[in-house]
T-cell receptor, first 120, second 107 residues
């Protein structure tokens, strides 16, 4: 159980176009999903926290108009990179927090396999 | 979230125990210690978490010092497939990853 999928697993796009990445919790409901970005040989950097039915909360330095996040259901969150540029090329990873975990004191997050974005 | 400090890299012989240390001296009373690992080009994998007591599961053991300022992740019998970057995180709602420890398990 507790599987999170991402689609696509990799994508190549041209500079100036937009790319949508999907994150799905397959066997549980997630009121909260997180989006991370990871550049080569670096750690994961939290980009934003996405709550179902409300606006995402972005970390400092992350442009909310460039990285559009939608969390329309308890099993799906999407990240759209708008007007992508080569510097947006990165590994994008989502994680989902089990709604059952809401009553727990600790956090239990499950990560997707990641999406490799290359902007040419 | 409390800041964590881990050695950048460690080696371990296959079959031996791998002991990965983590310092989290500023951890607050209600913050848990989480361990995740990331194999190259994959999403992080949950390993174990704890608050005060030592914990063990099928993957690893977590030893937390009495003052909670540091912890050690123990992989009892490391295999080549355990080669990965291991992240120690002290916190709660959102997981903030540090630089982690790159563990290399050698034959």
């Amino acid at each position: 159980g507790a599987v999170v999928s991402q689609h696509p697993s990799w994508v190549i796009c041209k500079s100036g176009t937009s790319v949508k990445i999907e994150c799905r919790s397959l066997d549980f409901q997630a009121t909260t999903m997180f989006w991370y970005r990871q550049f080569p040989k670096q750690s994961l950097m939290l980009m934003a926290t996405s709550n179902e039915g409300s606006k995402a909360t972005y970390e400092q330095g992350v442009e909310k108009d460039k990285f559009l996040i939608n969390h329309a259901s308890l099993t799906l969150s999407t990240l759209t990179v708008t007007s992508a540029h080569p510097e947006d090329s990165s590994f994008y990873i989502c994680s989902a927090r089990d709604v059952v975990a809401g009553w727990r004191e600790y956090d239990e997050q499950y990560f997707g396999p990641g999406t490799r974005l290359t902007v040419t | 979230d409390a800041k964590t400090t881990q050695p950048p890299s460690m080696d371990c012989a296959e079959g031996r125990a791998a002991n990965l240390p983590c310092n989290h001296s500023t951890i607050s009373g209600n913050e848990y210690v989480y361990w995740y690992r990331q194999i190259h080009s994959q999403g992080p994998q949950y390993i174990i978490h704890g608050l005060k007591n030592n914990e063990t599961n099928e993957m690893a053991s977590l030893i937390i010092t009495e003052d909670r300022k540091s912890s050690t992740l123990i992989l009892p019998h490391a295999t080549l497939r355990d080669t990965a970057v291991y992240y120690c995180i002290a916190g709660g709602y959102a997981l903030n990853f540090g630089k982690g420890t790159s563990l290399l398990v050698t034959p």
